[in-house]
Structure formats: C-alpha cells, structure tokens
C-alpha cells in the first residue's frame, strides 16, 4: 500500500522568506503526486498535480513542486510568502487497484506567517 | 451548483445516535469520495463511489458507517450509534472521471461532527 509522509508538523516562516514544505511517499511505480491546500473555514484547494513529464511542476498561487524519484519526495515551494499562505498543506499520492482508485493523503504541514 | 456542497454544515449529537451527512457533488461528476478528519491528522480515506460500479468501502472504519449514492448523484453518509471517538469532519469530494486517480477532486466545505 502506498503511503505519504509529511515530516513537519507546523511551519512558521516570515512573510517575504522562501518556503520550502517536504512531502515522502512510498510507492513502487511511478506515483500521481498532489499538493492541496486548506485554509481557514475553507475547503480543499488543489495547488498542483503530477504524473509524469517534467519534474518541475508549477502550481497555482505562485507555488511549485519538484518531484525527485531517486529520494522519493515531491517538496512543495515558494520563493516569497505571503500571510495569505498561511493555512494547512496536504501532500497526496494517488493509488488505483484495479477498476478502484483513491487519494492518499499525508497528515498536513500547517505553516503560519510571521509578520 | 457551482461546487460540492455538504450538509449540515454543523452536527452536534449525543453518543449512540445515528446521523446522517449529505453530499451534492458537481453536476456531472461520476465520481464521488468521502473522507474523515479528525482534529490534528490528515484526512482517512472513507468510501468510493465511481459511477454505478459497487463502491469502495475499504476506508469504512466499522459497521457502523455506511454510504449510499442515489441516482449517481447526491450521496449520504450514514454513522449509526455514534460514540465520541467519531467526532470529526467529514469531507466529500468528486470528480469528472472514473478510475483515474489523478483526476482533480473538488472537495466540499465538510461537516463538522461532534458527538457529546
């Protein structure tokens, strides 16, 4: 079975620094990795998604993701954050299992913005 | 509606009740999800439906949790003798295809359940 691990429990980083949140998966074929993102009172936003292609996957709000096999991560990213980021990150990985497919997620990265 | 949307939005029940949580998917969308959160962990897995196949009912946590999508459309979920423990939100999703777990899920706002 796969599985996904978030490493980081709770994040806080200065408005205007980088970001960097990191994302472990295990699975033996070439996985479907995702980064959602849950803010406050709000639901699940997918920020970006890959499957395959260039590893380097950009997202929306100004985020990306790289997706390296060899260490098994796909570490999400963001050059300068804003206290509008401030929210819980979920890293998924999807699994399919014959005609049934689902969405593994990690246990979430909350990261809050110090002004 | 332009959205999944999920009700009620807020749940408050006595322990050994039953309960039931409704979910409206995207009009169109065949396939629908329903996870748990519980406060502080990520989100469980619950149930799958995908279409009109039979639904995945792996993430089910006992018995006492049971889901039904009428008409490939709005789906419930039903806790029977709810005990404290289940007292979490709960989450639907769908999306556009099935068997395609890299299909997008839009997720709805969730339900908030406590159970005193």
């Known amino acids: 079975a796969q599985s996904v691990t978030q490493p980081d429990i709770h994040i806080t980083v200065s408005e205007g620094a980088s970001l960097e949140l990191r994302c472990n998966y295990s699975y033996g074929a070439t996985p479907y990795l995702f980064w959602y993102v849950q803010s406050p009172g709000q639901g699940l936003q997918l920020l970006l998604k890959y499957f395959s292609g260039d590893t380097l996957v950009q997202g929306i709000k100004g985020f990306e993701a790289e997706f390296k096999r060899s260490q098994s991560s796909f570490n999400l990213r963001k050059p300068s954050v804003h206290w509008s980021d401030a929210a819980e990150y979920f890293c998924a990985v999807g699994e399919q299992s014959g005609s049934a497919s689902k969405i593994i997620f990690g246990s979430g990265t909350r990261l809050s913005i110090r002004p | 509606g332009a959205g999944v949307s999920q009700s009620p939005s807020n749940k408050v029940t006595e322990k050994g009740k039953d309960v039931e949580l409704r979910c409206d998917p995207i009009?169109?969308?065949?396939?629908l999800y329903w996870y748990r959160q519980s406060l502080g962990q990520g989100l469980e897995f619950l149930i799958y439906f995908q279409g009109n196949s039979a639904p995945d009912k792996s993430g089910l946590p006992s018995d006492r949790f049971s889901a039904e999508r009428t008409g490939g459309s709005v789906s419930t979920l039903t806790i029977q003798r709810t005990q404290q423990e289940d007292s979490a939100v709960y989450l639907c999703?769908?999306?556009?295809?099935?068997?395609?777990?890299?299909?997008?899920?839009?997720f709805g706002p969730g339900t908030r359940l406590l159970v005193l």
């Open positions: 999703a769908s999306s556009s295809r099935d068997f395609n777990p890299w299909e997008t899920q839009y």
């Open positions: 009009s169109g969308h065949t396939a």
